[in-house]
């Protein structure tokens, strides 16, 4: 069964770090672009960063460029989000999704390009 899982979220004060994993199992993540979206209470979700298939392009929200890097191991099946110098607005569930086609360079930050959902990691970033 082709499954994305996210891990590594949690509590951390502001100017803090965490890096989160998005580990797949039912597939080779290595055919993929992989993203990172976000969903805040009462937010529409929102497309943090993309990594393309293979490492070579990523993409960041203009709100997390320069605080967060998005990087892949393809050899573990995982790609990861560093995210620096965090702040109360990165407050949020944060869901990893693999893109809907085998592109060599394609990394969207629109949700509706994207599929097999993980089941998100809450993110909360407060004193």
């Known amino acids: 069964q082709l499954q994305l899982v996210e891990s590594g979220g949690g509590l951390v004060q502001p100017g803090g770090s965490l890096r989160l994993s998005c580990a797949a199992s039912g597939f080779t993540l290595d055919y993929y672009a992989i993203g990172w979206f976000r969903q805040a209470p009462g937010k529409e979700r929102e497309g943090v960063s993309c990594?393309?298939?293979?490492?070579?392009?990523?993409n960041y929200a203009d709100s997390v460029k320069g605080r967060f890097t998005i990087s892949r191991d393809n050899a573990k099946n995982t790609v990861y989000l560093q995210m620096n110098s965090l702040k109360p607005e990165d407050t949020a569930v944060y869901y990893c999704a693999k893109l809907r086609s085998i592109h060599p360079t394609l990394c969207p930050l629109t949700a509706a390009h994207f599929d097999s959902w993980g089941q998100g990691t809450q993110v909360t970033v407060s004193s």
């Open positions: 990594i393309s298939r293979s490492g070579g392009s990523t």
